[in-house]
Every structure is written in structure tokens, then in C-alpha cells.
């Protein structure tokens, strides 16, 4: 009778031990794809971020050269005088 109940309880606990060891291999693969994806995330934006970046500066760039080419054309230009452009 204690054979059978201690073999029982081998069996049970060998059970619980193998489920306890899926539980962690499946716990283990869910944070390393987690992982992989939010690494493969953070590579795209940090490349869309240069690409704004360098976009960012080109539009200050542009803004840079009108506000200079307005500067000349205001300076043309007297008190009270209307600029007529020829078509």
C-alpha cells in the first residue's frame, strides 16, 4: 500500500516538474520573441528618425535662404511704395 502511494506521488510530482519546465520554456520563448520584436521596432524608427532629422534640417535650410531672399526684395522696396509684379 506505501508502494503505491509513494510511486503515486513520484509520478504526480515528476508531472508538476515537467509542466513547471514547459511553463518556463514557454514563458521563456513569449520575452525572447518580445524581445526580438521590440529590437526590430526600435531599428525602424530609429531610421525614420534620421530621415526626419535630416528632412528637418533641409526645410530649415530652405526656410533660411527665403527669409534671406525676402530680406533683399524688402530692402528694394521704399516707405509707402507698391511693388506691381509683371506677368
Known amino acids: 500500500m506505501k508502494d503505491v502511494k509513494q510511486r503515486n506521488r513520484r509520478r504526480r510530482q515528476c508531472r508538476r516538474s515537467q ?3 514547459r511553463s ?4 521563456s520563448a513569449v ?4 524581445t526580438v520584436m521590440v529590437s526590430a521596432n526600435s531599428m ?3 531610421a525614420k528618425n534620421r530621415e526626419y532629422q535630416a528632412q528637418e534640417t533641409e526645410l530649415k535650410e530652405q526656410i533660411q535662404a527665403e527669409k534671406d531672399r525676402s530680406k533683399e526684395k524688402l530692402g528694394l522696396v521704399h516707405n509707402n511704395e507698391i511693388i506691381f ?3
Open 24 to 27: 518556463v520554456l514557454a514563458i
Open 85 to 87: 509684379k509683371a506677368k
Open 19 to 21: 509542466d513547471h519546465k
Open 31 to 34: 520575452v525572447l520573441l518580445l
Open 44 to 46: 525602424t524608427l530609429k
